[in-house]
């Protein structure tokens, strides 16, 4: 089958690989759409040799395994890919989806940018997830990043009549304006630097939209909102600067959503954090049901986030638009 695969820095070219091999409690999907992930990007850019990535995937169940329950080749998908470990306390106790070791798809092995991918630890509902008639394979294919947003503002319980501001508008920051749409807040502040990113948080449903190139972000909050700042902030973007705005515009008694993933140990001063009062929560989870459901209810919507489109011959050039073109947002592969 095709596939794209890492050859070396910023080297990724699509190559002919051998078919995946169904295993007992696996299944193979035909793949149909594939997004490229920031993380994605991060191990791009180093020297790694036979990676296949693609972790945000929809596509078409063509076998499956004889211990697997429940799933039938045609049913349309989306699916998180992992390996148990088989060793762990949870995998000697059968509960192989809470392994504490385990190997992520597209990473540690082959991931769905390509014709097929085969899904280790296929169970319905757990990992394998039907689509409902009204979601594309694109949309389904955004269902994995949305799940991130859903789940770390769902943390906060963000009320209506709070005000919350994202910081970092990649892919999950404008899901997160989305999803803090869809629980009804209607003080929404978004902070970002691309323009293309700006116009996509406004058309998500920002209130206030920052351009932290050219305004201080932490500034424009507080004028926005009275000098009170906000109750939560959405951290998408795991940087020093973001972090202390976060910190700065947070008021008495608020929370701090930390998703973003910080590529270097902060320095901080924790008085002001102690003297508000405020709450940090780490993030990390998803919840593909109701990321699903969002889509479906079109509450959320993946069209403004979807920049580009590429076939899988065009993986080069699909990794190129992701990491250069300002204009890109979400770069997905198309199969069909
Ligand atoms: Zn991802
Ligand atoms: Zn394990």
Redesign the pocket.
């Known amino acids: 089958m095709k596939a794209a695969v890492m050859r070396g820095i910023k080297d990724i070219r699509t190559e002919t690989v051998p078919d995946p091999v169904l295993e007992p409690h696996g299944v193979i999907i035909k793949v149909k759409a594939c997004g490229i992930c920031g993380s994605d990007l991060h191990i791009y850019k180093r020297d790694e040799q036979g990676t296949i990535f693609g972790h945000e995937f929809s596509g078409e169940v063509v076998s499956v395994g004889d211990q697997v329950k429940g799933i039938a080749p045609g049913m349309r998908v989306t699916a998180v890919g992992f390996r148990?470990?088989?060793?762990?306390?949870?995998?000697?106790q059968g509960k192989?989806h809470?392994?504490?070791?385990?190997a992520l798809l597209g990473y540690q092995f082959p991931g769905a940018m390509a014709e097929y991918v085969h899904i280790p630890f296929a169970a319905l509902g757990r990992t394998v997830f039907p689509l409902p008639e009204e979601l594309s394979y694109e949309e389904a294919a955004s269902v994995e990043p949305l799940s991130i947003s859903y789940f770390s503002v769902n943390r906060a319980q963000p009320k209506p009549d709070e005000s919350v501001a994202v910081l970092g508008l990649g892919v999950i920051g404008l899901y997160a304006v989305q999803v803090l749409k869809s629980f009804g807040v209607t003080r929404i502040l978004a902070s970002g630097r691309r323009a293309a990113r700006l116009r996509a948080a406004t058309e998500c449903g920002a209130d206030v939209v920052i351009d932290a190139a050219s305004q201080d972000p932490t500034a424009a909050v507080m004028d926005a909102t009275a000098n009170m700042g906000v109750n939560t902030v959405v951290e998408c973007a795991g940087q020093q600067d973001t972090f202390d705005q976060a910190v700065a515009m947070a008021r008495g008694g608020g929370k701090i959503l930390l998703v973003g993933i910080y590529e270097q140990p902060l320095t901080w001063d924790p008085l002001p954090a102690i003297s508000k009062n405020l709450s940090l929560i780490g993030c990390l989870g998803g919840n593909f049901p109701a990321s699903i459901e969002l889509l479906r209810s079109g509450k959320v919507s993946a069209r403004p986030l979807i920049t580009h489109r590429f076939t899988l011959d065009q993986a080069a050039e699909a990794f190129r638009a992701q990491l250069q073109d300002p204009g890109a947002i979400k770069v997905m592969f198309t199969m069909d």
Do not use: T
């Not at 148990?84 to 000697?92: E, H, I, L, N």
């Not at 809470?98 to 385990?102: D, F, K, L």
């Open positions: 148990p470990c088989g060793k762990c306390f949870w995998c000697s192989g809470r392994c504490s070791n385990m």
